[in-house]
């Protein structure tokens, strides 16, 4: 996720990091379906709820936001619910943060999500 926020932004540039998860593709490429295990239901019951988080977690991208969002996800049984994805974005700022530099610093509330 890193590589993609703009190089040489402005002061005061916003960026919406935009992501796409299928939970199955997502579970599939973190090696916690395929021998043995056939599907997302298995998946979970089989593997803890931490790796479960780290894996959609990874699939949205790095830092605490992508964390928390997968906590939501996954102790709001939205994968329980019969959802197989989620798409959604958040909105960051590049401004001077509280050790005087530059930085892209997450605005609170820009989050959006929406489960299909």
């Known amino acids: 996720m890193l590589r993609s926020f703009p190089s040489n932004p ?6 919406i990091h935009r992501y796409d998860v299928n939970y199955e593709e997502a579970f599939r490429h973190a090696g916690l379906i395929g021998y043995g295990v056939t599907g997302i239901s298995e998946a979970i019951a089989k593997y803890s709820p931490s ?4 894996t959609i977690a990874g699939a949205i991208g790095a830092g605490a936001f992508a964390v928390t969002l997968a906590q939501q996800i996954f102790y709001n049984n939205k994968i329980d619910q019969g ?3 989620v798409r959604g974005g958040a909105t960051y700022k590049w401004v001077w943060n509280n050790d005087m530099i530059y930085d892209w610093i997450y605005i609170q509330g ?7």
């Open 110 to 116: 820009s989050s959006w999500r929406e489960y299909y």
């Open 10 to 15: 402005k002061p005061g540039q916003t960026y």
């Open 51 to 54: 790796t479960i988080i780290k």
């Open 83 to 85: 959802y197989i994805g």
